[in-house]
């Protein structure tokens, strides 16, 4: 049974920093590429960013602008991301995923991952 474990949420002042882990088990996640998604109340939830099997990363230009990191540790069979200089309208759960696709290839839709964790609230005060 694949399972994702999300840990690292948390609250936090604006301007801080927080890095959200993903756990895999169940799956070994070197062959696959692997993301971040957001669901802040009463919003769809939307690409975070993500990162190949080689580790080459895309984000969501629209609001990381170099602000958030992923990196993965295949050894350890778990994905980071690493956000710095929060903002409020960060808040939201964070989800990761993983796609079973082609690991060379990040994808920024919901629907091409297969599996997904539970998520980790991540709040951040103004």
């Known amino acids: 049974q694949v399972q994702l474990v999300e840990s690292g949420g948390g609250s936090v002042q604006a301007g801080g920093s927080l890095r959200l882990s993903c756990a895999a088990t169940?799956?070994?996640?070197?062959?696959?590429?692997m993301a971040w998604f957001r669901q802040a109340p009463g919003k769809e939830r939307e690409f975070v960013g993500g990162?190949?099997?080689?580790?080459?990363?895309?984000f969501n230009s629209a609001f990381v602008k170099g602000r958030f990191t992923i990196f993965r540790d295949n050894a350890k069979n778990t994905v980071y991301l690493q956000m710095t200089s929060l903002k409020f309208e960060d808040t939201a759960h964070y989800y990761c995923?993983?796609?079973?696709?082609?690991?060379?290839?990040?994808?920024?839709?919901?629907?091409?991952?297969?599996?997904w964790g539970q998520g980790t609230q991540v709040t951040v005060s103004s």
């Open positions: 995923a993983v796609s079973l696709g082609n690991g060379d290839m990040v994808s920024t839709i919901r629907s091409d991952y297969d599996y």
């Open positions: 169940g799956l070994t996640i070197a062959p696959y590429a």
């Open positions: 990162i190949s099997r080689n580790s080459h990363t895309i």
